[in-house]
């Protein structure tokens, strides 16, 4: 819909921004957050009349546009959130955890002279299902559409315009920001049209808590092959030749201490236990309990310990390796 004028709340994840793009073409995918990756492809190709960029440090959504180069339409920086949505009529949001989108959601609920009417806020974060019903609930008495559109897939993936989106609610909401998806900033859609929000989130969650555990037994793998004997190269080939995809590269990052080297994470340790909280919270809700969200978590705590915030969740294999006897690093 080219008459949409968009803005983007969110260059990174609480606080986490670590732009380090240059002014020229020289860079590298795994320096931006999902959320960069996804405005980029919106402001390089998306169907908008105007975006606007709002971070909660503006010097960073500054340096973020100037990077951007040529793009479909022009490109502002907001000094306030107020500022970014007052003429948006679509309004994306992408930030580390659910205090973060609350407080979001509640700068543009206090503004009075915002009139919501018509307009459609989406929320790509990784939050806890009530937390989006609550936010439909406050938005929808504004006149505001509310679409919770999680989304699946690395930087890299964000950058490249490849993740996979799950957006949830009004279905003729959801109409209005499909242009934005897929060939946009994304390679396919589970569409939950119609659906409550809830239902979105409770699959990125879900999902999340997939990929965690997995890394976790990737890490138990290749220390277990390390104590045998068998050795960390011949389990790394293994899961090239039968996995493949981003669970060897998981692997990759194990082998080669990328895991303890990395100045900044791919997938931050704090995000990673909220999201396992929020998993652990829709288990216990339903009457179970999952136990491998307890193991995860369990090491996640001695990479928080090991590595402070800056801790990746591929660093789980040097905390088993860590209960196992051997250095955190590898030294690879």
Not at 132 to 160: K, Q
Not at 225 to 240: I, P
Not at 302 to 331: C, Q
């Amino acid at each position: 819909m080219a008459g949409e004028r968009v803005a983007w709340i969110g260059l990174g994840n609480m606080g986490r921004v670590y732009l380090q793009i240059t002014l020229t073409h020289s860079r590298h995918t795994d320096k931006l957050t999902q959320a960069q990756g996804m405005s980029k492809n919106i402001a390089q190709k998306g169907p908008q009349s105007s975006l606007t960029l709002w971070n909660r440090t503006v010097a960073k959504a500054s340096a973020f546009a100037e990077s951007l180069g040529a793009t479909k339409a022009p490109v502002t920086v907001a000094s306030t959130i107020p500022e970014a949505v007052k003429d948006a009529s679509i309004i994306f949001i992408c930030v580390g955890d659910d205090p973060a989108l609350d407080g979001i959601i509640n700068a543009i609920l206090a503004d009075s002279s915002i009139d919501l009417t018509s307009r459609v806020v989406v929320d790509c974060s990784t939050v806890h299902p009530d937390t989006s019903r609550r936010i439909h609930a406050a938005l929808t008495p504004r006149g505001a559409s509310f679409i919770a559109c999680p989304v699946f897939g690395a930087p890299a993936f964000a950058d490249a315009g490849q993740l996979v989106v799950v957006p949830a609610g009004d279905a003729a909401a959801i109409n209005r920001i499909r242009p934005f998806l897929e060939g946009v900033t994304a390679r396919a859609t589970i569409d939950m049209s119609g659906h409550e929000v809830g239902r979105a989130s409770t699959l990125k969650v879900l999902g999340n808590t997939f990929i965690l555990n997995t890394v976790e037994s990737i890490a138990e793998g290749i220390v277990a092959a390390e104590k045998s004997g068998l050795g960390a190269d011949v389990y790394q080939e293994w899961m090239h030749a039968l996995v493949g995809g981003m669970f060897a590269k998981y692997a990759d990052r194990m082998c080669t201490g990328d895991y303890y080297k990395r100045e900044e994470p791919l997938f931050a340790v704090d995000l990673a236990r909220k999201d396992l909280r929020h998993a652990a919270s829709l288990a216990g809700a339903a009457g179970m309990r999952l136990r491998s969200v307890e193991v995860t978590d369990a090491y996640l705590q001695e990479v928080k310990a090991e590595k402070g915030e800056k801790g990746d969740i591929a660093a789980v294999y040097g905390a088993i390796r860590k209960e196992s006897g051997l250095p955190f690093a590898n030294g690879q």
